[in-house]
């Protein structure tokens, strides 16, 4: 079994910062990408930022020069660093791993997600 931890959500006034942090762990053999993800109340899911496993990122044009992505080496923990937050950041975030196990096929896994919320 694989499991996603996140952590690190909480309430930030506009234009302060958070740091996200997921941890996988688990009887994991690859980890192929990490990404980040939100929702919004009444909107769908939609990708923040990946990190593949040899380190390329992208990210949705609303964070581009606001967000980074990293990880350690075996991207077995990714952050997300987010600055200058607005109040149209404010959203639950979820860690999504597209990892292959000892005891599954590739496929994607989900944390459980951490809330973010931006106002003053």
């Known amino acids: 079994q694989v499991q996603l931890v996140e952590s ?3 309430l930030v006034q506009p234009g302060g910062s958070l740091k996200l942090s997921c941890g996988a ?5 690859s980890i192929y990408s990490m990404a980040w993800y939100r929702q919004a109340p009444g909107n769908q899911r939609e990708l923040v930022a990946r990190i593949t496993s040899v380190g390329s990122t992208n990210y949705a044009e609303a964070v581009k020069g606001r967000f980074t992505i990293s990880a350690n080496n075996a991207k077995t923990t990714v952050y997300l660093q987010m600055n200058n937050l607005k109040p149209e950041d404010a959203a639950a975030y979820s ?3 597209d ?3 000892r005891t599954s ?7 459980q997600g951490t809330q973010v919320t931006v106002s003053s």
Do not use: A, F, V
């Open 25 to 29: 762990s688990g009887t994991i053999l």
């Open 95 to 97: 860690c999504d791993g």
């Open 8 to 10: 690190g959500g909480g």
């Open 105 to 111: 096929m590739r496929r994607d896994y989900w944390g």
């Open 99 to 101: 990892i292959r196990s």
